[in-house]
């Protein structure tokens, strides 16, 4: 039988359980770390075993009750074993942050269709694999819940040099506006995380599942003023703050940075104005 904080949706945290896809590092670690310190159970999913076992080390350190399962998320029988290996050690999953992803940048004219295939197989298709895997379960046990789809500022905003990454990421915004419809009158909420800059490994880890020296080495001189990702680079523990924020109020958009404000309002703007022009 559940605990009280376990059926309470005011406790999202506390004796519930959390899968985290790309948790051994950058943001998915933040989160772990974040919810583990509110009192959560851990599943943690990755792709690179090294990370995940020093990721796993460091959480039951600190005292958290957690899982690491090397998983790919590309491959839905992947994720599938993920959620059966989470559920038969936790019984319950409360908490699916779809996290994991990479990085492309460069040009959209004569793009390499590698690059293509493996942004969205991560990207997008991880998201929709944990959704197939977990969802059915979590709406089956009846105890609410919370799911989080990571995709970024540039799934808001089409951007110069990031076309590829723009198109997984904006497939993930609108995927998640969908899902939150859906899973809105059956108790289980949902946020879309857009972040702009975060310090994680994300560059770095892009480039070795994408096997080249760099994931923006395509993109010129100066890729990161081109990509249009400006403001301060914060912390992921900042990201994962503003990710609990969200979901003890059921907030769907999370953003990072105070310069998404002014972006997202030149972006209506210009929305509004083609309005006004067929009018």
């Known amino acids: 039988m559940a605990s009280a904080a376990e059926t309470d ?4 945290f506390r004796e519930r359980t959390a899968v985290i896809t790309g948790g051994a590092s950058g943001i998915g670690l ?32 600190q005292g958290a009750d957690v899982l690491a ?16 290996r989470a559920f038969e050690r936790f019984g319950a999953i409360h908490l699916l942050c779809n996290n994991a992803g990479i990085a ?11 690059d293509w295939q493996q ?13 197939d895997a ?33 198109a997984t990421k904006f497939a993930v915004v609108g995927l998640s506006e969908s899902l939150q419809r859906e899973l809105a009158p059956r108790g289980i909420g949902v946020s879309v995380l857009c972040p702009m800059r975060v310090a994680t490994g994300i560059a770095e880890n892009s480039a070795r599942l994408l096997g080249r020296a760099s994931a923006v080495a395509d993109a010129g001189s100066g890729a990161a003023e081109k990509m249009e990702l400006r403001g301060g680079v914060i912390a992921a523990a900042e990201v ?14 999370v953003f990072t940075h105070p310069e998404q404000g002014d972006i997202l309002r030149r972006r209506a703007r210009r929305w509004e104005a083609a309005c006004e022009a067929e009018r």
Request: aromatic share 6%; charged share 20%; with cysteine.
């Open 9 to 12: 949706p005011r406790e999202p």
């Open 30 to 61: 933040a989160m772990a770390r974040a919810f583990a310190a509110r009192g959560a159970r851990i599943v943690l999913a990755d792709v690179d075993a090294e990370a995940l076992a020093r990721a796993e080390r460091e959480l039951a350190a």
């Open 69 to 84: 399962i090397l998983t790919d998320v590309t491959r839905r029988e992947s994720v599938a074993a993920l959620a059966e």
């Open 104 to 114: 492309v940048a460069g040009p959209l004219v004569g793009a390499d269709p590698g």
């Open 119 to 131: 942004a969205m197989a991560i990207n997008f298709w991880g998201v929709v694999h944990g959704i």
């Open 134 to 166: 977990f969802l059915p379960r979590m709406l089956a046990q009846g105890q609410g819940g919370h799911v989080v789809n990571t995709s970024s500022m540039a799934g808001l905003v089409g951007m110069d040099s990031l076309g590829i990454y723009c």
């Open 240 to 253: 994962a703050k503003r990710v609990v924020r969200a979901i003890e109020t059921r907030r769907f958009y």
